[in-house]
């Protein structure tokens, strides 16, 4: 059950609302069981006979992280998050990566071992970073109070939040499940709620669903693409994927909201981004925070003499995890790779010059190096990308577009995509400001 | 705490290549664009080999600004 469904929005949601707020009225933690039960109820609608995993892990991290809080050794602390670490990403693994495996072992080695052909979890990834996070959170005492199952549930499936993230904190959910107000119906947030799940669904089904046909139409078309029907594919597609995921991170911040919940912020205008470094600190923010505090921190005090290039070799190894953890692909990995080399060359440059380069400049060329690792992101083989590239370069010639039925429909879609992304603020600021304006009121 | 405040201050210049007089007790990441999570790691690491302390890893994303760092610090 995706957000835009009609199912979704005009039945699921409305009964999940009005039985959340009456639950509240007459019970303590009614509200906590009400939307575990909710979340099950939206994971299950997409496969049932997978739902008893996110319950296993529900309840194996849920032990896991009590075993932790409730151990005052420090050495057998260490021991039983390697345990469960280990646990959460084999089970990432075997679900995920598991045929990925098979398939370059069998091309190596040249041996034809079966595929596991495994059904993929929905939304496992998320909720697998989101609770091993949870875990380091118990083990480094940030997360000290004692955990109902019930809470430890509602942080993992609270459903606007579940399948596209934001990656939450235990700590920063918790706080506002908890608070009393948060369980009366707010006006305010209930209308801005609304606002941004209207922003959020224009963007998705408007402007990336839209986009969604030209681009499938270019890179299945893709052998001797010619320059402009190149550049027109990449540029669609990179747009495509920011007003889809923002678009549905937009719906999950709107829907919570009607809970008086507040998400973290996952993307902040990444196309006006000035560097790569400013880059990931615009795009899918929460995935970027998981991997610098749980990742490359830790790393990097880890060592025992820190220098440039140790840094620059666990940047670089970060990303590579960025990349693989999208999906099962050497190409999601050459695109944590070039985001890796990116950041790399942009803190060499920060490291060896003085000087910054003017604002509109460093965004052209920062947009232009994005639209580039997206065509790896998106190829269905090395071939796909390469074709794309060679297009966009003008190796395969520069003809009219001749792929594309409704050049002046796709043309006028791909011009408001670009004209919103550079010349509208955000839904972030939208928050912001009307959060700030009802305090000055 | 002013010792501390003049020490703090001068390696986050250092690491931000940032005039120490642009720099003060209400500064945080968010200003400065060399500020980044590499200066970051650098600032923490030569704070702890400076003051003879410990930071664990997981307080890191938390101590970006100055008043953070010596708030941690006392």
């Known amino acids: ?441 | 705490m002013s010792n501390n405040l003049e020490l703090i201050v001068s390696i986050v210049s250092k690491h931000i290549k940032e005039d120490i007089k642009n720099i003060d007790i209400n500064s945080k990441a968010d200003d400065f664009y060399k500020w980044d999570s590499l200066s970051q790691i650098n600032i923490i690491l030569e704070i702890e080999k400076k003051m003879s302390k410990k930071i664990e890893a997981s307080k890191i994303s938390e101590l970006t600004s100055i008043k953070s760092i010596l708030n941690y610090l006392k």
């Not at chain 1, 009609?6 to 509200?31: D, G, M, Q, T, W």
């Not at chain 1, 060329?365 to 998106?378: A, C, G, K, P």
């Open chain 1, 1 to 441: 059950m995706l957000f835009h469904n009609p199912v979704f929005l005009f039945i699921f949601l409305p009964i999940v609302l009005l039985l959340y707020y009456y639950a509240s009225k007459y019970s303590k933690f009614a509200h906590e069981y009400f939307l575990v039960v909710a979340g099950f109820f939206f994971y299950a609608w997409w496969n049932i006979y997978l739902s008893p995993l996110i319950i296993i892990s529900i309840i194996v991290n849920f032990y896991f992280g009590n075993l932790i809080k409730n151990n005052l050794e420090k050495n057998s602390k260490k021991i039983i998050l390697m345990i469960s670490i280990f646990l959460n990403i084999l089970f990432l693994a075997i679900f995920k990566y598991a045929d990925f495996v098979i398939e370059n072992i069998n091309y190596l080695f040249n041996v034809n071992l079966d595929l596991l052909n495994l059904p993929f979890p929905l939304a496992i990834s998320f909720f697998t970073f989101q609770t091993i996070a949870y875990l380091v959170d118990c083990y480094n005492g940030i997360i000290e109070k004692k955990t109902r199952l019930s809470q430890f549930s509602l942080f993992v499936i609270f459903f606007p939040q579940l399948i596209a993230g934001p990656i939450v904190k235990y700590n920063h959910m918790m706080a506002q499940f908890d608070e009393k107000n948060n369980r009366l119906i707010n006006q305010q947030n209930f209308y801005l709620g609304l606002v941004i799940i209207l922003i959020g669904l224009f963007k998705k089904v408007i402007l990336a669903d839209n986009l969604t046909i030209f681009v499938e139409n270019g890179f299945s078309n893709s052998e001797n693409i010619e320059f402009y029907a190149s550049w027109l594919t990449s540029l669609s597609f990179t747009f495509q994927i920011y007003f889809d995921f923002s678009g549905y991170v937009d719906m999950a911040t709107g829907i919570a909201l009607l809970f008086n919940i507040r998400l973290p912020t996952n993307f902040n205008s990444p196309y006006k981004a000035t560097s790569i470094i400013n880059f990931w600190q615009k795009w899918h923010i929460t995935l970027a925070n998981f991997l610098t505090n749980y990742i490359y921190y830790p790393w990097v005090k880890s060592l025992k003499e820190a220098n440039f290039f140790k840094i620059m070799t666990i940047i670089f190894c970060v990303f590579l995890i960025a990349g693989m953890w999208h999906g099962p692909s050497w190409l999601f990995l050459i695109f944590g790779a070039l985001h890796g080399l990116g950041l790399i060359t942009n803190h060499i440059f920060r490291k060896l010059f003085d000087f910054k380069l003017n604002k509109y400049i460093a965004c052209f060329f920062t947009f232009q190096y994005v639209n580039l690792t997206f065509i790896f992101f998106r190829s269905s083989s090395l071939e796909n990308s390469i074709s794309i590239i060679k297009g966009m370069m003008g190796l395969n010639g520069f003809e009219s577009i001749n792929y594309f039925d409704d050049k002046v429909f796709i043309g006028t879609i791909l011009l408001v995509a670009i004209i919103i992304c550079y010349s509208f603020k955000n839904t972030n600021y939208l928050i912001e400001k009307f959060q700030l304006d009802k305090k000055n009121i």
